[in-house]
C-alpha cells in the first residue's frame, strides 16, 4: 500500500488563556491556572495511532492497529503533526523535555541513560513555581550514575521539581513492565514510591496499569485536598517499548472515579487487575487474527495505551475538571525493533512509522517526528491538525505562559500557545536535533532506497526557512546537508540540495545555523565542536551603542524578558553595558542586546561576575549560565571559538532585593587581553532593531 500522510494547516481561533499576575503564582481573579498532564508514550511510532495512519491500512484491508479513544482525543483537541523529539532516544529526549533545551544544550545527550539531570530549571520546577503541585508517575532514567537510592542519586525527582513520586528510577527497570515478577530475558526490578522501594508488594501489576492507577489516585487526592491549587502530572510510560509483555486481563469497565484501574495499595493486591496468570492478555480485536504472535502482544500494548488514557480522561470528567486541564499525549522517539525474549520484531508488520522514513536511533523523520495530541476543551478548537515544526524543548516555555511566569533565559523553546489558541502571533520554534550511534538505517522495503542502510555515527537536523537539513555519518562542519520539504515530502525522496542557487545559500546558511544553536558537551564530543561559531554574513546599517530594555520585576530566575508581564520600565540605546540606564536600585531586569564585533577568527574566553544572576548568549547559544545556583560575586568563565566578524550579542541581567547592582562582562582572545568588553566592540543595527537577532 502507498503510504499516505494527512498535513493540513489550520490557523486555530480561541480566547485568552491566563489571567495577569501580580507576581509569580498569584493571581488575581478566582481562575486558577490550568492543569497541566503530559502523557509521554515510550517508543510509540508515528503511524502507530489510528487517526494518523492505522485506519487508512484498516480501511484497505491491510494489518492495523485501533486507538479508539485517542482518535476520538484527536478529534476533540489539535493534533500537531511535525512535532518532534529531541533526539531519537529516550534519555536525551526526556531530558530535554524536562529542561526546556534542544540537544544542543540538554546535558544529557546521545545514549548517556542514567546520567544526572543538571540541576537547573526544569519544567517542574518552573511550574512549582507557578504556584502548581507536581508529580511524575512512570519511568524517570535521568538519577545520575552515583549511589542506589533516593538518598544517594543526585537528581532524583523530587530533587527537580516534583513533589510526588511514584514509578521506575533506572532506565534498564523499564524494560520490564511487571515489576515483582522475572520476565523473558529480564529479572525482577526496582519501583518507588517517593522514597520507599516497593516492588515487592507489587505482585502481578503490570505498568500500564499500575501507573495509570498511581495517576488517578494523586489527582484525586489532588482534588480533594487542594481543589484551588493546579496541578501538572508527567505521566511517563514505560510502554510499548522494550519486552512485549501484555496486560494478564481485559481492562476494567467503565473509568474514572469507579471504573477502570483502580488504586488498592495492599501487599500483593496494590491494584484492581493483578493476576496470577501474568502476561497472558492477548486484545480480543486481534486474538483471532493470522498475524506472528508479537505483532499481536505489540497491539495489544498499544491498546491498553488507548484504554489508559480514556480511563484518565473519564476521571477528569468525573472530578469536573476536563474543561480546566489541557492535556498533551505524545512519544520519546520513533518505534522500537526489539522485543527481549519474544522473537522477532520489527515495526514493518504495521508500518508504525506511518509515512515516513526511519526509526528508533534514526534521525529521518520516523525516528524523531513524534504523534501528538493537545487537547483542552473549550480552549482549543477541536478537530485540527497544525503542520508548524515544533519541539519538546517547546513545553517549558509554553506550560510558564499558562501558568503566569516568565521562562527561564537559559531555555531554548517558544511558547505554543499562539499556535494551539489562534491568539497572537507564534514564534518560530528551533528544531535542532544532534545525536550519534552506530548501526545503520534498517534496509526495510518501505524505505526509499536513499536511506536504506545508511551509516548513523553523527547525525544532526536543522529545520530552517521551513526545509530540514539533515546528514548522516558526519565528519566535520563544512559536510553538507541534504535538505527536504517534509510537509509535502514526509518520506524524504526529493532532496533538494543541489537544485539551485536558493538551496545552496540555504546549504551554507544550514551549515552556519547549526554552529550557532549549540554549546558542545565534552562528555558527547562531535566532529564540529573545535569550529569557529560563523558571524552574520552581512551586516548594515549599524550604530554604536547596545538596545536595552529595563523592568522593574523580581522573577524567581534570569527570565526571557519576551515572556515578562511587566512593561518595560524603559528601553533605549546605552554605550557599552551600563546599570546606570536602571530605574530603581532593587528588583530590577535588564536585557542587552546588539554585535559584537570578533576583531580575528580564534578562541574567546568570556569571564561573567554579578552580583544575583545573568545569562550571556551569543547567537543562540548559551555561553554563560550564572542563574540557579550561582555565588553571588563569583566568576564564572566559558570559552568558545568566533570567526571574525559581528555576532549578535545578549546579556539578561538581574538584581533582586538586597546589595549593590553589579555586573561585570570580561573576555580575551587573538590580540584582546584580559579586560571589560569594549564598547567600541558594542553596536546595534539601526533599522532591524531586536529582529537583527
Known sequence: MKRTGIFLCIILSLFSVTACQTRVGQSTTDRKAPNIIFILTDDLGYGDLGTLFQNERR??????????????????????????APAPVCAPSRASFLLGQHQGHANVRNNQFDKALEDNHTIASVLKEAGYATALVGKYGLQGLEGNNPETWEAYPTRRGFDHFFGYVR???????????EARQRPPVQLYHQNEEISGQLRGCYTTDLF????????????????EQPFFLYLAYDTPHAGLQVASAPYPAGGGLKGGVQWKGEAGNFINTVS??????????YAGQDWPEQQKRHASMVRRIDEAVADVVQLLQDLDLEQETLLVFTSDNGPHHESYGYGDYNPTFFDSYGPLDGTKRDTWEGGIRVPTI?????????????????????????????????????????SLVPLLTGRGKQEQSTVYIEYSVGGKTPDYEQFDASHKGQVRGEMQVIYLDGYKGIRYNTQAAGDDFRIYETRQDPGEVQDLADTGTPFEKLQQRMKDRVLQVRRPDESAPRPYDMAPVPALAAVSGISPGLRYRAFEAAPAWVPVVATLRQNTAGSGVCTGIDLGIRSRENDIVIEYSGLLEVPETGEYTFSLQTDRGAVLRLHEATVIDADKGYPAGSVRVAGVRLAKGYHPVRLTYMHGAQGAPSLDLQWRGPGVPQRPVEAERLFHQIDQGRAAL
Open 59 to 84: 480501511k484497505a484491508g491491510l494489518p492495523a492497529l485501533q486507538t479508539p479513544f485517542l482518535d476520538q482525543l484527536a478529534a476533540g483537541g489539535t493534533l500537531l503533526t511535525r512535532h518532534y
Open 171 to 181: 532506565h534498564e527497570d523499564g524494560h520490564n513492565h511487571y515489576p515483582a515478577h
Open 212 to 227: 495509570t492507577a498511581a495517576a488517578k489516585k494523586w489527582i484525586i487526592g489532588q482534588q480533594q485536598q487542594h481543589a
Open 276 to 285: 496470577d496468570t501474568i502476561d497472558s492478555y492477548i486484545h480480543p480485536d
Open 374 to 414: 493537545v487537547r483542552w476543551p473549550g480552549k482549543i478548537k477541536a478537530g485540527q491538525r497544525n503542520e508548524t515544526p515544533s519541539g519538546f524543548h517547546d513545553w517549558l516555555a509554553t506550560f510558564a505562559e499558562l501558568g503566569g511566569v516568565p521562562a527561564p533565559a537559559n531555555s531554548d523553546g517558544v
